[in-house]
């Protein structure tokens, strides 16, 4: 069985839980990481050099980085429909993909250690709202990309891994007390991504 090392509240263990799902995928998950501890462990160092989470052992094939393992998963197990073999069909997945590591991370990163895990009397107001204003601006690509392609997922006309590391920004981006504006387009998205089951058992709780 696939085994699955790392803590439910981490965002980029939620990627690899959702996707679980999404393909019927069952797996032995271990809580890792954060206030379990153990990234330091020796033995985990040695399957993960970076000693953060998700790590997966898929019968002996130990993977890390999370958005690598969501490719692994579909390709080893035949999930096309998530993952698209044509190479044109691909790469407006994986281009979505890179661009929630490349793009999406930093600010909402910022605002979500700025508002969820600083307590109110400590929060830096200045930096919370430059980076309110970052994401705004990262936010009104995804809005652009969606209006313009006309299609109900940023990959295309069906859902896919694609969507789901932005998904899960998303998420926090919706959750965050904040004032946000109009972005229709990306709104729509969110609401159709946040009926899945996957995201329903793995995103949607309480951020912390």
Known sequence: MLKIWGRTSSSNVMK?????????????????????????DPAYRAMNPNGRVPTIDD???????????????CTTR?????????????SFV???????LANSGGALTALFFGLIRTPPEKRNATAIEAARKEAIGIWQIAENWLAGQKTPYLGGADFSIGDIPVGIHARR??????????????K???????????????????MS
């Open 16 to 40: 690899v839980l959702w996707l679980c799902t999404e393909i019927g995928e069952r797996y032995e998950r271990v809580d890792w990481g954060g206030e379990f501890g153990g990234n330091d």
């Open 188 to 206: 729509a998205w969110y609401d159709r991504i946040a009926k899945r089951p996957g995201f329903v058992a793995h995103v949607a709780g309480p």
């Open 78 to 90: 035949g999930a096309e429909a998530l993952y698209p073999k044509d190479p044109v069909r691909r």
């Open 94 to 100: 994986e281009r979505w993909m890179d661009w929630q």
């Open 173 to 186: 981006w919706f959750g965050f007390p904040i004032e946000r504006p109009d972005l229709p387009h990306l």
């Open 59 to 73: 019968n002996g094939v130990v993977i890390w980085e999370s958005n690598t393992i969501l490719r692994y998963l």
